[in-house]
């Protein structure tokens, strides 16, 4: 026990602050120490208890740097302020444990390791989770302007290097090794940090060694492979962490433990290599402490063999948590070729789907080997393609079970030079890991071109059966009838069957449900036949994907499908269909809330089945994909995930988001047919919360490529927002949840809107007006009403091509909108600013209204009110939709001809002049409006026959 080479002896004094480390007292906590009184002048350095060697061995080569004190020397009576450095816990003080405590103590703390519910709490804790309290000094120095001494920069280097063992341990993070950078800079020394983190061994030390890697055993806890050693020694043995690193390099493990006897204590060290095996908290439970990735501890009244036994029954309990393993890594659903198939047709499939090997199953469907692309080119270059694979596969094949940890997995590749593993459960091939799957973990980020799952395994199963069985009761009968019967059917036939994707996501989140999709682990055609009987109805089957739709006595419809999986040839394709298992169907859905199932009973709804965490991201509202590679298979996934999002006020995952700009950086979305854009689209812009999954599909930077013709401007976000809030005060727009009256992510409530404006946007199509108002809100902000603006979009000179008009024109041929949409959608945009413009003349008659908005559709005529806003144009659009428009003439073309007017051209032009005769007050009664039409016929007849004379019997 090291208390006094190193301490400065010195009379007691009357220092007002103190700085101290914890007791067994390590590199890292004297570096803090050190440094700490750098930021604390005039603080004095307490030793508590046990300096550990290596700290020890430093502190006495720079005694006089280091100045450390002993409790006994200062008057504690009189402290104002303690600052504790790399610990929070207060037994760690030793005799300082109840000083730290006393009542207006000013405490200052500066820690990096996690906290226990017994820690102290200061006016001031610097806690942060790196690798070394040393990092936290180091930018505290490097942020205040202080430079520190060569020996203050060395004694925090030696600190950070001793914590992270020279920066390899997992604790490790980016800071510390900038912080390790500028200490270099200031000129810290590494041949003193090396001297005292990794000195030569002494013959002790040897010894010691030598027995523990005699003394080492291995042993799997909770499916981990942990390393612990015993040792024993009369006298102590200092450097034994120095050991531990030592058989760690010899004999690498998961985790190593070490537990050595010496004199009456038995001295405890643990090293981490992995996330799941905490070293702090198993030491924790023998009153030591430490970080993740390296702890100790000390105890008294054990041998080394009990205290063993106890550290693996502590390991067992609360030490190793649940490893990375097979399952979380590999890919699902895997392509397997039979070993028959020739070797030319298995390197055809691996230059499809973009694989450097393939599974190779026997007729049983049992693996036998694997075929990799090295094989494929020597039996090219032998001419050999012809043959079967099994000639040239590697066999026997290496398969692993889905619990096998990834370090386990990792030393396997390595040792067998391997680069694929099938993973095997119950003798059924159910994924493979590949060098892939095992870099992208040990790297933390994907390796480009494999699926790569973004989910974590669902709970759902275990939590949300009451939910599901509360809201089963308030199903619309032609639901609950339909869903009872196919688990009637299910049990008749032992055809597994589950309600799927959407209908489970609304019923949980407790949305309406109105759509039934069934999925079942057998012959899907054959089932929905069996139900339609059930149901007194019919069946259309859909044999190429092995769908078909059911049909009740009342015309209530249900989707059956055969379990399959979709292979993509290409990105963007449309995917081939195979027959699969529940968890690969649920596989190929878009996102993890829609991947959901509910087993069917005859009772009606079970228990929920979810593979891949759906219920958990419902809860935290979170939509996630399923792999990496979800938005290049299939890029209307990106529209679709704005879509969820803004309907349900989620947010995406930030792998997902990420994902998805990738996608459309890389330009997948222009390779998906324009039907394909157009229908989903269309679907979002039907969403009560349209707006809401614009502005994703805007963060997501896909906005500008689904629809290159709007230009996004604040006065276009405006105009969306009212669209949106006039359809929702007029009870109008689809989309599900419009009828529930609270919809998420709708917005709030708008105001009560005028009897014909809500007659208006019920006859309007949301998706046109929405689109309408996306192409001319740019262009009419505050100059909608000015002729003179023509209605361009601002700083674009007026180009033609650059008019609303033009915009429809062009969207409308690139999305291949049929012939009424696309009129419709030119009639609502064309010469918007103009007609505010005349709507706005306090001289306009009703007649000359009615010409600006009888051409318009309903969708043009709203546009033109939420335009009009605190103008007489509101006033006009009202009026003709509720009286106006339903104005017609009293006369009709028999009044004409039997004043002997001639059929033709001229007979259009009297009634619509008798009309607005009508309509502006002009004429009252049929004779006045039939003299009107007179007048109006002949003035036509006569411009059309000329100056003749014809022309001028008719004036």
């Known amino acids: 026990m090291t208390s006094g080479p190193f301490v400065v002896t010195a009379p007691p004094d009357r220092p007002r602050r103190?700085?101290?480390?914890?007791?067994?007292?390590?590199?890292?906590?004297?570096?803090?120490?050190?440094?700490?009184?750098?930021?604390?002048?005039?603080?004095?350095?307490?030793?508590?208890?046990?300096?550990?060697?290596?700290?020890?061995?430093?502190?006495?080569?720079?005694?006089?740097?280091?100045?450390?004190?002993?409790?006994?020397?200062?008057?504690?009576?009189?402290?104002?302020?303690?600052?504790?450095?790399?610990?929070?816990?207060?037994?760690?003080?030793?005799?300082?444990?109840?000083?730290?405590?006393?009542?207006?103590?000013?405490?200052?703390?500066?820690?990096?390791?996690?906290?226990?519910?017994?820690?102290?709490?200061?006016?001031?804790?610097?806690?942060?989770?790196?690798g070394a309290t040393c990092t936290l000094l180091a930018e505290l120095l490097e942020e205040a302007g202080v430079r520190p001494s060569p020996f203050e920069a060395t004694a925090l280097l030696l600190g950070i290097y001793a914590d992270t063992d020279h920066l390899t341990l997992p604790t490790t993070s980016p800071r510390d090794v900038r912080a390790a950078a500028w200490l270099l800079e200031q000129g810290a020394s590494l041949q003193v940090v090396a001297r005292f983190t990794r000195p030569e061994l002494q013959p002790a030390q040897q010894e010691l060694l030598a027995q523990l890697i005699a003394r080492s055993r291995v042993h799997t806890v909770r499916g981990v492979r942990v390393q612990v050693a015993v040792g024993e020694?009369?006298?102590?043995?200092g450097g034994l962490a120095r050991l531990v690193h030592k058989l760690c390099d010899l004999r690498p493990a998961a985790a190593t433990?070490?537990?050595?006897?010496?004199?009456?204590?038995?001295?405890?060290?643990?090293?981490?290599?992995?996330?799941?095996?905490?070293?702090?908290?198993?030491?924790a439970a023998f009153g030591g402490g430490g970080h993740r990735g390296a702890a100790s501890a000390t105890v008294r009244g054990l041998s080394a063999e009990a205290a063993a036994e106890r550290l693996l029954q502590v390991l067992a309990e609360v030490g190793v948590g649940q490893p990375l393993t097979a399952r979380d890594l590999m890919k699902t659903p895997v392509r397997?070729?039979?070993?028959?198939?020739?070797?030319?047709?298995?390197?055809?499939?691996?230059?499809?789907?973009?694989?450097?090997?393939?599974?190779?199953?026997?007729?049983?469907?049992?693996?036998?080997?694997?075929?990799?692309?090295?094989?494929?080119?020597?039996?090219?270059?032998?001419?050999?393609?012809?043959?079967p694979?099994?000639?040239?596969?590697?066999?026997?094949?290496?398969?692993?079970?889905?619990?096998?940890?990834?370090?386990?997995?990792?030393?396997?590749m390595v040792e067998r030079d391997i680069g694929r593993l099938p993973v095997v459960e119950d003798g059924r091939l159910v994924g493979i890991v590949t060098r892939s799957d095992v870099l992208g973990r040990l790297y933390g980020a994907p390796v480009p071109h494999w699926h790569r799952p973004l989910y974590e395994p669902g709970v759902g199963g275990e939590v949300a059966g009451a939910a599901i069985r509360d809201r089963a009761r308030d199903?619309?009968?032609?639901?609950?009838?339909?869903?009872?019967?196919?688990?009637?059917?299910?049990?008749?036939?032992?055809?597994?069957?589950?309600?799927?994707?959407?209908?489970?996501?609304?019923?949980?989140?407790?949305?309406?449900?109105?759509?039934?999709?069934?999925?079942?682990?057998?012959?899907?055609?054959?089932?929905?036949?069996?139900?339609?009987?059930?149901?007194?109805?019919?069946?259309?089957?859909?044999?190429?994907?092995?769908?078909?739709?059911?049909?009740?006595?009342?015309?209530?419809?249900?989707?059956?499908?055969?379990?399959?999986?979709?292979?993509?040839?290409?990105?963007?394709?449309?995917?081939?269909?195979?027959a699969a298992d529940l968890r690969e169907d649920?596989?190929?859905?878009?996102?993890?809330?829609?991947?959901?199932?509910?087993?069917?009973?005859?009772?009606?709804?079970?228990?929920?089945?979810?593979?891949?965490?759906?219920?958990?991201?419902?809860?935290?509202?979170?939509?996630?994909?399923?792999?990496?590679?979800?938005?290049?298979?299939?890029?209307?996934?990106?529209?679709?995930?704005?879509?969820?999002?803004?309907?349900?006020?989620?947010?995406?995952?930030?792998?997902?988001?990420?994902?998805?700009?990738?996608?459309?950086?890389?330009?997948?979305?222009?390779r998906v047919t324009p039907e394909r854009v157009r229908n989903d689209l269309i679907r979002l812009l039907q969403e009560p919360a349209a707006p809401a999954c614009l502005q994703v599909l805007r963060e997501l930077g896909a906005l500008e490529h689904v629809l290159p013709?709007?230009?996004?401007?604040?006065?276009?976000?405006?105009?969306?927002?009212?669209?949106?809030?006039?359809?929702?005060?007029?009870?109008?727009?689809?989309?599900?949840?419009?009828a529930s009256g609270g919809e998420a992510g709708a917005g709030p409530a708008s105001p009560a809107l005028p009897p014909a404006v809500v007659s208006i946007a019920r006859a309007a199509e949301p998706w046109r007006l929405y689109l309408a108002a996306l192409l001319v809100g740019g262009a009419c902000g505050a100059g909608c009403g000015d002729p003179g603006r023509g209605g361009k979009y601002p700083g674009d000179g007026g180009a033609p091509d650059a008019s609303p008009e033009a915009r429809a024109g062009a969207l409308a041929e690139r999305l291949r909108l049929s012939r009424r949409d696309r009129e419709a959608l030119l009639g609502a945009v064309a010469g918007v600013a103009a007609a505010l413009a005349i709507l706005t003349r306090p001289d306009l008659r009703p007649s000359q209204a009615v010409g600006i908005l009888e051409p318009r559709p309903p969708e043009g005529l709203l546009l033109l009110w939420l335009l009009g806003e605190r103008t007489p144009a509101r006033g006009w659009v009202e009026r003709y939709w509720a009286e106006l428009r339903h104005i017609r003439p009293a006369i009709t073309g028999d009044d004409l001809r039997q004043t002997g007017l001639p059929p033709g051209p001229a007979y259009a032009v009297a009634l619509a002049a008798a009309r607005a005769a009508r309509l502006d007050g002009r004429a009252v009664g049929r004779e006045a409006e039939l003299a009107v039409a007179l007048a109006a016929a002949r003035e036509a007849m006569a411009r059309e026959a000329g100056a003749g004379p014809e022309a001028q019997r008719l004036r």
């Open 389 to 412: 694979v099994k000639g040239v596969m590697s066999s026997p094949a290496l398969t692993i079970p889905p619990d096998l940890p990834l370090d386990e997995i990792q030393a396997l």
């Open 709 to 738: 013709e709007v230009r996004w401007t604040d006065e276009t976000e405006a105009l969306v927002e009212r669209v949106r809030e006039c359809l929702a005060g007029a009870g109008a727009g689809a989309g599900p949840g419009a």
């Open 336 to 387: 397997a070729v039979p070993q028959d198939v020739s070797i030319g047709e298995a390197e055809r499939l691996m230059l499809r789907y973009g694989y450097s090997g393939l599974v190779v199953v026997d007729s049983g469907h049992r693996v036998v080997g694997v075929i990799s692309q090295r094989d494929v080119e020597k039996a090219r270059r032998h001419g050999l393609t012809h043959a």
């Open 18 to 130: 103190i700085i101290v480390p914890h007791a067994n007292t390590d590199p890292d906590a004297l570096g803090a120490a050190v440094a700490a009184r750098v930021l604390y002048p005039g603080a004095a350095v307490v030793l508590p208890g046990l300096v550990l060697p290596g700290a020890a061995e430093f502190a006495s080569l720079h005694r006089y740097q280091v100045r450390a004190r002993k409790p006994k020397e200062l008057d504690l009576d009189r402290l104002e302020m303690a600052v504790v450095v790399d610990t929070r816990d207060p037994a760690r003080l030793g005799p300082l444990r109840e000083v730290v405590r006393r009542e207006g103590l000013r405490l200052h703390l500066y820690d990096h390791h996690p906290g226990d519910p017994g820690d102290l709490g200061g006016e001031l804790e610097v806690v942060e989770p790196v």
């Open 233 to 237: 020694t009369a006298a102590y043995v």
């Open 475 to 578: 199903l619309p009968p032609p639901v609950a009838r339909a869903l009872r019967a196919a688990g009637e059917v299910a049990r008749e036939t032992a055809v597994p069957a589950y309600a799927v994707g959407g209908f489970v996501r609304d019923l949980l989140l407790g949305w309406p449900v109105l759509d039934v999709d069934i999925v079942v682990e057998g012959d899907g055609i054959a089932f929905a036949r069996r139900l339609a009987e059930r149901l007194g109805g019919r069946a259309e089957a859909v044999p190429r994907f092995g769908t078909a739709h059911v049909y009740d006595a009342e015309g209530f419809r249900v989707d059956v499908a055969t379990a399959r999986r979709e292979l993509y040839a290409y990105a963007a394709a449309l995917p081939e269909v195979e």
């Open 257 to 283: 433990f070490v537990v050595v006897r010496m004199e009456d204590r038995v001295h405890l060290v643990g090293r981490s290599t992995v996330p799941w095996v905490d070293a702090a908290r198993v030491m």
């Open 586 to 670: 649920l596989y190929r859905r878009d996102f993890t809330i829609g991947a959901m199932a509910i087993r069917l009973t005859p009772e009606g709804l079970g228990e929920l089945v979810d593979f891949f965490g759906g219920y958990r991201d419902l809860q935290e509202g979170v939509v996630r994909v399923l792999h990496s590679l979800s938005f290049v298979e299939d890029p209307t996934r990106i529209l679709r995930a704005a879509r969820f999002a803004g309907r349900y006020g989620m947010r995406l995952e930030p792998e997902t988001a990420r994902l998805a700009r990738e996608a459309v950086a890389g330009g997948f979305l222009e």
